[in-house]
């Protein structure tokens, strides 16, 4: 089962940009799903956006427009640039991989100040 590690979070203002990278140990070039989720404080852990096993992307409304997802498969390397950034993006981002199982990493914070 191959192993994931986000980074990139941290604090940014309002209207600013992060860049999350997921790394994984092994080959994603065969993922079935891979996506980043999040999770707010006091809240469930929900999508914000994945590459389905169709090599199509899913959004969560809410991101649509203002994040992309992204992936290098030389790098294994899967990517979430965020603009636009709103203190409602605060929150824990996940990467996840599946290929026959899922593979979760840890999390990188994300805090937007308003």
């Known amino acids: 089962q191959v192993q994931v590690v986000e980074s990139g979070g941290g604090l940014v203002q309002a209207g600013g940009s992060l860049r999350l990278s997921c790394a994984a140990s092994?080959?994603?070039?065969?993922?079935?799903?891979m996506g980043w989720y999040r999770q707010a404080p006091g809240k469930q852990r929900e999508l914000v956006a994945a590459?389905?096993?169709?090599?199509?992307?899913n959004y969560a409304d809410s991101v649509k427009g203002r994040f992309t997802i992204s992936r290098d498969n030389a790098k294994n390397t899967l990517y979430l640039q965020m603009n636009s950034l709103k203190p409602d993006d605060t929150a824990v981002y996940y990467c996840?991989?599946?290929?026959?199982?899922?593979?979760w990493g840890k999390g990188t914070l994300v805090t937007v100040s308003s």
């Open positions: 996840a991989m599946k290929k026959y199982d899922t593979s």
């Open positions: 092994g080959s994603i070039f065969s993922m079935n799903v």
């Open positions: 590459f389905t096993s169709g090599g199509s992307t």
